[in-house]
């Protein structure tokens, strides 16, 4: 079974992303739940 994510962008839009697509993005760890995407 594969994971997905549930991402909030701006408390404005929701995505579903699979563990291949977070692997693929530019993100700065900002705390241990939450990242900042570039």
């Not at 991402?7 to 900002?30: C, G, H, R, T, Y």
């Amino acid at each position: 079974m594969n994971q997905i994510y549930k991402v909030n962008v701006n408390n404005s839009f929701d995505f579903d992303v699979s563990p291949e697509q977070v692997s693929s993005l530019d993100a700065i760890k900002m705390s241990a739940s939450q990242f900042h995407v570039l």
